[in-house]
């Protein structure tokens, strides 16, 4: 069975700085990796995905992920924290078909 | 936005009731999940189907029943509420490159 691994259930950074929040991964078969983000009150969106191909994967408000299978890792960064960022953050597994495991979540704070 | 969209959006129920979920597409996507998402387990999934008729369980079904009887309706049932399914609900649907879409979630309380 697949699994995720977020470290760090609270990450807290200041406006403008590095955002590094990281994932890691356990999987049987060529990942399927994926960053969701959650505002409060709502549904989960897509900020990135990785399947194959280019390991550096770039996806909406900035933000970027690395696949490196050696660590078996795919953290999200983002150079330059916003307010708006503040939000819980999911990375989630997938075989490729209906199984899909979310780690637990991180939650992002940006301080003024 | 895949056109998902949840209701109720909010529910109190009482321990031993019947509750139904509803999850409606407008997107004619094959595949569709029920999950719950839970403090320090993110989401787990309950069910999906992958077609009109035809489900399967997840990684945390019992409790939990479902019913597709047309591709844009996903119904997910509590058969007898107990206070450990007080969580909020998603359902989710996919295209056939893996992304899944989230609709808005139900939050549900049982007393």
């Known amino acids: 069975a697949q699994s995720v691994t977020q470290l760090g259930s609270h990450v807290s950074v200041s406006e403008g700085a590095l955002v590094l929040l990281r994932c890691n991964y356990s999987?049987?078969?060529?990942?399927?990796l994926f960053w969701y983000v959650q505002y409060p009150n709502q549904g989960l969106q897509l900020l990135l995905k990785?399947?194959?191909?280019?390991?550096l994967v770039k996806g909406i408000n900035g933000f970027e992920a690395e696949f490196k299978k050696s660590e078996t890792s795919f953290h999200l960064t983002k150079p330059s924290a916003h307010m708006s960022d503040a939000a819980e953050y999911f990375c989630?597994?997938?075989?490729?078909?209906?199984?899909?495991?979310f780690g637990a979540g991180t939650r992002l704070t940006v301080k003024p | 936005d895949a056109g998902i969209t949840q209701s109720p959006r909010h529910k109190v129920t009482e321990t031993g009731t019947p509750v139904t979920l509803r999850c409606h597409q407008t997107?004619?996507?094959?595949?569709m999940y029920w999950y719950r998402q839970d403090p320090g387990h993110g989401l787990r999934l309950i069910h999906y189907?992958?077609?009109?008729?035809?489900?399967d369980k997840g990684e945390v079904s019992d409790g939990y029943s479902v019913s597709r009887s047309k591709t844009e309706d996903f119904l997910l049932t509590l058969e007898s509420a107990t206070s450990s399914q007080t969580s909020v609900y998603f359902c989710?649907?996919?295209?056939?490159?893996?992304?899944?879409?989230f609709g808005p979630g139900t939050r549900l309380t049982v007393l």
């Open positions: 989710a649907t996919r295209t056939g490159v893996n992304e899944q879409f």
């Open positions: 189907s992958y077609g009109v008729k035809d489900t």
């Open positions: 990785y399947t194959t191909g280019a390991t």
């Open positions: 999987s049987s078969v060529p990942p399927y």
């Open positions: 989630a597994v997938s075989d490729g078909n209906n199984d899909m495991r």
């Open positions: 997107e004619n996507h094959r595949y």
